[in-house]
């Protein structure tokens, strides 16, 4: 059972509140929050490394225990009662403040401490953040990093994620985005494609050549580009759309097609000759690469200390750049 008699933490809380620390058992509350955020209980089971069965066994307590059905369970979908609004609710306070106030026992030493699971794309934690990763963990011993790649755009509170880094600015407004550093963009085509196919000199031109699309972050088959500092925009075609930009730049380099991908995936095949930039005056706006996280009132020090820690690097190597 969770019994807690904390001045720090009841500056936060009020009377109701209290009492459910006082009186509900602090696994239940967890697996329940878990529910909700995951918008299932094979989802919270996965996040908090339990059998389903226990899961529903912890929420079916803590109802017994309140006598108040806090879920509506279908076969299709999990839905909160009116009831299980209000206590969720409720858990999101208790849940910061005890946050809070473990963090304040432990400011004397300011040493981050507990587990962050972090997502990110492929190529940019491929090619980016992994190799600065062991810089931030030999700063921050007591942090545990799960580091999940994919170029999906995961859902971060289904999936329990603390922060996730991604390429373009959010669209859901629930989310707290942190903007970390510009990603220049490029125009690039391998020498032999270029020698056989001529070489643009005007994004019109680009309708006449093979232009391999990435489509993760659009589906629209345009690219977009600057001219005289207003953004336009062109419909191309190509051979090739992927949702990884590493495959379309190895299919440039192998003389398929024009590529328009951010620096970080093409830097190396530039230097090293196998791609050639084209069309540099009509680069497009440069992509943000933004710290994502829940929204909440309270942001762990682990977490300040990784957003700070990627400003520190990131917004560095863009200005070198």
Known sequence: ???IYTDAINTHINK???????????????????????????????????????????????????????????????DLT????????????IF??????EERLHKEHKAPRG??????????????????LPDFIRRYPEIDIQLQ?????????AEGIDIAIRIGAPQDSSLVATCIANIPRVFCASPDYLQKHGEPKDPGELVRHNCLHYNQLSIKDEWRYEKNGKTHSLNIRGTLSANNGEILRDAAIAGTGIILLPEFIVSQALK??????????YCPKPFGLYAVRPSRKFTPL??????????EVFTDTAESN
């Open 96 to 101: 910061c403040a005890l946050d809070e106030a």
């Open 272 to 281: 090293t000759g196998q791609l050639k930039a084209i069309l540099s005056d």
């Open 1 to 3: 059972m969770l019994i």
């Open 16 to 78: 109701r509140q209290l009492r459910i620390m006082q009186q509900y058992d602090l696994i239940e509350l967890r697996s329940f929050m878990a529910v909700v955020e995951s918008g299932s209980f094979k989802g919270a089971a996965d996040n908090l490394n339990a059998s389903t069965a226990a899961i529903s066994r912890r929420v079916s307590a803590l109802e017994s225990s309140l006598s108040t059905r806090l879920l509506n369970r279908t076969t299709r979908q999990i």
């Open 115 to 132: 587990s962050l699971k972090i997502a990110a794309p492929q190529s940019f934690g491929t090619l980016c953040f992994a190799p600065v």
């Open 82 to 93: 009116e009831a299980g609004k209000q206590f969720y609710d409720d858990l999101q306070h």
């Open 302 to 311: 682990r977490i300040k200390r990784l957003i700070e820690f990627l400003k």
């Open 149 to 157: 790649l994919d170029d999906r755009q995961v859902d971060i509170i």
